[in-house]
């Protein structure tokens, strides 16, 4: 083995090597606050170029920045939510020249964030580390004009400051994440977190919510971590899957072909499915850290971080427990979407109103997509005892599901407006004994133990009734008579 | 350094200036040989925290009065030769 | 006339605010071809607001506790709609969509700006020589230095063409040309006085502070502009009783310290001599007087250094051609920036962005600003340790009295030196203030530097109106 493939996890590798791959994600997330993180011009989406600005978030001379209370409770409550350690902290300048920075440096935090040591569950159980999750603001937007809109090539720029100064909180996670999947979950997971603390929209294609990726590949089996390459410009979660993918491809043949990884950023491209690289490790700039003068030591009080602790809402992760305890028999990712959808509610208030679990759930999962409507707890509760009683059909449920989100009311009521009258056992009796004497041939044949005809048998019956009677109670009684 | 700052120097000036901050450099290389070992570093002479502002909206600028100040608008906006690239 | 003279004429209807600013706007005229203290008069302005006042004091309104006073501000102040250029080409035409804190405040008093004044540029310098519109000349020598870098506001107050003036105080910005001009000038505690509007040159030591030629007009300014300000951070939450109703209240039973660091080596005789004097006024107003030692207080200089030009490598980066003040035309946005920056600002502005720029970089962090940080909270605990023995401190405020004219513009070590006996307290965040005692072998002014703790304002007045008196 030679010194290089020592180095670096997987130089050189053969063909057929098992390679694993390693992400950590930072996302960047709009804190929704009525205002700016240091000035009180309105942080709100889209709106005229340069309309939603003040001399703090254009950086005049002589503006100061003064910290937004209500970002911070939001940081603290994703602190919380993420169960980190929630710190004193303070704020420190990146100094960088770019024309969407208003004071050619963004206020950040650096070496002291609020909240660091969390950590967050994915719906499979597995939890990933969370390094620190801190505030800092927003940049402006620049729209290059000529050269089709494109960086390179454009002939000049246009620069609006409406974003610039919105608090966005950062949340960095440990390299912890083994497949694209796995880190598309973690974006779902983060996100319905975000929303249910009421701390972002999470909205992806607004670009409230932005999601940089560390990505590196190493042959299975291999502790050592391998050369990383960042990804930007991930603006949706396929994008994110579709890039962590390439990416790990391109490290992959890379290193099968004996060439190192350069540490690099990468731009992704949606058009081409394809990283680019934009610049290497050796060209780091030099960001000059210090701590920001204008503003004072954050140092948010036990009392005020308690407070913000028991006014939290029940997080995802709760939600999908309490579920899978009402109704353990359901499957993991079933629970999880119904949560994901809010669904969990419903679905816990009707199966503490008696109705059978799975019977709620595969509502809930399979008819329901669209949303509950009218529908109320308690009437699911019923219309799945219905079914159980075997008053109504699994296709005379979901008819009389739609009539119930449609328009409310009880499934009785709706199941007598659609003409679903439960047969009693002995009209079904008299009509299965009517079908035999008439397919003497077929009844003789299912005797003989060709099950197929129950099929044939099943329909006939419910040709005749024109879908009111419940297949299972048939077959049951076509084996009884069978004997 | 001159780069960092997007400062460009003519050879007059840095000629002047390398002396000038050597000098300078070489007075307060004696903070160097002080014992500041254990010393918190002072970022506020005053030991004040936590000023925090509602989040209440207040008044914005005037786009206009405030792009008659830039060098070049154009569309409401601050108009920039080429940008070349993504910020670092 | 003095300011709180002018106003109690003008509010009492003696005398209008119309006639108390046409007075200055001619003494202006007369005077300021020479001394050029000001950027821009704002005489349109000025006769406008000193009509409204009178016209309050007709109509029985409370024209403010400072009506009709003219008053110059320091170019580095933002005021509304009227050109703020920190005496830099990169600024010039500039004009700022809003007012300071401290403008609002003395419009709100009745005070008249009557222009801005020269400064060394974004306040780098202690002469007034480093502005773009060139020097502003000692009223009292026309061929010396105002000292800085507020020289414009400490020579429009001596030359007579404001009653009041503020400046802004960095590393002594306010207390050494108000020495050299022989006025008085005051660095009041680090957060007293909102620096909202205050164009930044090193966040964490700017203060703004007021020139006067009385002691006890200074006390009526402080009182007008000091005070909490949601719009700055570092601004002290409480509001200080008002100086003025402890003015006459004597030193008799005060400890007072001779600061030795400050007072010794380095400073000229003539002006150790006036040191000697006002010492003398205070033991025999009945102050205890002794000797104190800051030890660290030496290695200020080195500090401030340090720490001042790491910061405003920070706050001078927005000046980048892209949103307002200059702009060289380049083929691309870095170039333009670069271009930019090299044409607007003069050499020592250059010369403090590299400084800090170096300080703070990577791998010189640590060595330098790291270390200056630390050395900050070494001087900190030293004087925390003298103020448990005393009450005030004096020094020099400068080591010599007004320089000439480019003597030391080709040295900058020697400019520097211009201010140790003032940048420990930048450094501090405590109070201090130059008292004019006299003056030197050249007649030229002496200032006599009185230093309190934070929050000190009260006691320090007080000790600085028996100077004031000793002098009669
Ligand atoms: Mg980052
Ligand atoms: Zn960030």
């Known amino acids: 083995m030679s010194a290089d493939t020592l180095d670096v996890p997987g130089l050189g590798a053969p063909a057929d090597t098992e390679w694993e791959t390693v992400v950590g994600l930072e996302v960047h997330a709009e804190l929704a606050t009525e205002t700016k993180l240091f000035s009180a011009s309105p942080n709100r989406f889209g709106g005229e170029p340069n309309t939603h600005i003040d001399p703090v978030s254009l950086g005049l001379p002589g503006s100061l920045p003064v910290l937004n209370e209500k970002a911070v409770e939001l940081a603290i409550r994703v602190g919380l939510s993420l169960n980190c350690r929630v710190q004193p902290s303070i704020f420190a300048r990146k100094n960088y020249f770019y024309p969407d920075m208003p004071k050619d440096f963004q206020i ?138 390439y990416e790990s491809r391109r490290q992959i043949d890379q290193l099968i072909s004996g060439h190192p990884i350069e540490q690099q ?34 140092d948010p009080s036990a009392e005020w971080v308690e407070q913000i602790r028991q006014a939290l809402p029940v997080l995802p992760r709760d939600r999908r427990q309490s579920l899978a305890e009402a109704a ?137 009734t024109q879908g009111r009677a419940d297949g299972k109670a048939v077959t049951q009684l076509l084996n009884a008579r069978r004997g | 350094m001159a780069a960092l700052a997007r400062l460009e120097l003519t050879d007059e000036e840095l000629d002047r200036f390398t002396g000038q901050l050597d000098e300078l450099l070489d007075h307060v290389a004696e903070v160097e040989a002080l014992d500041v070992e254990g010393l918190p570093p002072t970022m506020h002479a005053l030991p004040i925290a936590n000023l925090l502002r509602p989040d209440t909206p207040g008044e914005v600028l005037d786009r206009d009065e405030v792009l008659s100040q830039a060098p070049v608008a154009e569309n409401g906006q601050f108009r920039v030769p080429p940008i070349l690239g993504e910020a670092p | 006339m003095s300011a709180v003279e002018i106003a109690a004429a003008v509010r009492s209807g003696q005398q209008s605010a119309r006639s108390a600013v046409e007075e200055c706007l001619s003494v202006i005229e007369e005077g300021d071809a020479e001394v050029h203290a000001f950027n821009l008069v704002t005489a349109a302005q000025a006769r406008t607001r000193a009509d409204e006042i009178d016209a309050a004091v007709a109509d029985g ?39 300071a804190t401290v403008v609002e405040k003395l419009h709100n008093a009745g005070a008249i700006v009557v222009g801005k004044t020269n400064m060394d540029e974004f306040a780098m310098g202690s002469s007034t020589e480093n502005s773009a519109f060139g020097p502003t000349r000692n009223p009292c020598d026309p061929n ?62 700017d203060q703004i502070g007021p020139f006067t030629t009385t002691v006890a007009d200074s006390a009526a300014v402080l009182d007008v502009i000091s005070g909490p300000d949601h719009r700055d951070s570092t601004s002290i939450r409480d509001s200080l009783p008002p100086v003025t109703d402890t003015l006459d209240d004597g030193v008799d039973g005060l400890r007072v310290g001779v600061l030795a660091e400050l007072s ?15 010492i003398d006024a205070l033991e025999s107003a009945g102050a205890r007087v ?33 949103r307002y003040g200059l702009r060289m035309d380049a083929s691309n946005t870095p170039d333009m920036n670069t271009a930019t920056r090299s044409a607007g600002f003069g050499d020592e502005v250059k010369r403090r962005i590299m400084i800090g720029t170096y300080a703070l ?44 004219l480019g003597e030391r513009t080709a040295d900058p070590m020697a400019m520097y030196m211009s201010d140790v006996c003032t940048v420990p307290v930048n450094l501090t965040g405590q109070t201090a203030m130059s008292v004019p005692y006299g003056v030197g072998d050249d007649g030229l002014p002496v200032g006599v530097q009185v230093m309190a703790p934070a929050l000190g304002e009260s006691v320090m007045f007080r000790a600085a109106a028996v100077l004031e008196a000793s002098l009669r």
């Open chain 3, 361 to 404: 970089s990577a791998g010189y962090y640590d060595a330098y600003y790291g270390k200056a940080q630390k050395v900050r909270t070494l001087i900190i605990n030293d004087f925390a340790s003298v103020w448990e023995q005393f009450d005030l401190l004096v020094s020099p405020t400068s080591p010599t009295t007004a320089f000439s």
């Open chain 3, 264 to 278: 010794g080596d380095g400073i000229a005789p003539d002006v150790s001599a006036r040191l000697r004097a006002a």
């Open chain 1, 108 to 245: 950040s935090q650096y070496d002291q964030p609020i909240n660091v040591d969390g950590w967050l569950e994915l719906p499979s159980g597995k939890r990933v580390g969370i390094e620190r999750a801190h505030l800092e603001e927003d940049t402006g937007k620049t729209v290059h004009i000529g050269g089709g809109g494109r960086i390179h090539e454009a002939g000049y720029s246009l620069v609006d400051y409406n974003r610039a100064g919105v608090p966005l909180i950062e949340i960095v996670g440990h390299p912890e994440l083994r497949s694209a999947e796995e880190a598309r979950h973690y974006v779902t997971e983060l996100r319905s977190i975000l929303v249910a603390v009421g701390a972002s929209d999470g909205k992806m294609e607004e670009g409230s919510l932005r999601v940089d990726c560390n990505v590196s590949v190493r042959p299975l089996g291999i502790d050592r971590l391998g050369t990383r390459c960042e990804i930007k410009n991930v603006n949706s979660l396929r994008s994110l899957g579709r890039a962590i993918e």
């Open chain 3, 144 to 205: 010396r230095v105002p000292g800085g870098s507020s020289g414009g506001s400490a020579a429009a107050v001596a030359a007579g063409f404001a009653s009041i003036a503020l400046g802004s105080d960095t590393g002594g910005s306010i207390r050494q040309p108000a020495a050299l001009c022989g006025v008085v000038g005051v660095k009041p505690t680090y957060g007293l006085v909102s620096r909202f509007g205050l164009v930044a040159f090193a966040s964490s030591l």
């Open chain 1, 328 to 464: 353990p028999t359901v499957e993991a990712d079933h629970i999880a979407l119904a949560v994901e959808r809010s669904m969990d509610e419903l679905a816990l208030a009707a199966i503490s109103g008696g109705g059978p679990s799975e019977r709620v759930m595969t509502h809930v999962i399979q008819n329901l997509a669209d949303g509950v409507g009218m529908l109320s707890p308690e009437s699911l509760a019923s219309l799945v005892a219905m079914e159980e009683a075997g008053e109504l059909t699994a296709t005379q449920a979901k008819k009389v599901l739609a009539v119930l989100v449609e328009s409310g009311g009880s499934p009785q009521k709706a199941a007598q407006s659609l003409g679903f009258e439960a047969m009693d056992s002995g009209e079904l009796e008299t009509l299965v004994d009517g079908l035999i004497s008439e397919h003497p041939d077929e009844w003789s044949r299912f005797c003989e133990g060709d099950n197929k005809l129950t099929g044939f048998f099943v329909g006939q019956v419910m040709k005749t």
């Open chain 1, 265 to 298: 950023t990468r731009h992704w491209n949606e058009d081409d499915g394809r990283t680019h690289a934009l610049r290497s490790k050796e060209e780091d700039y030099d960001y000059r850290y210090f701590p920001e003068p204008d503003l004072l030591p954050l």
């Open chain 3, 290 to 322: 002794a000797e104190a030692s800051v030890p660290a207080a030496v290695f200020g200089l080195s500090a401030y250094y340090l720490i001042a030009p790491a910061e405003a490598s920070s706050n001078l980066a927005r000046y980048d051609g892209v």
């Open chain 3, 61 to 99: 309104r409370d024209p403010g506790p400072l009506a009709g006073v003219p008053v110059a501000l320091k170019d580095n102040l933002c005021t509304r709609g009227v050109p703020t250029t920190c005496s830099s080409r990169i600024l010039e035409g500039w004009e700022p969509p809003y007012d």
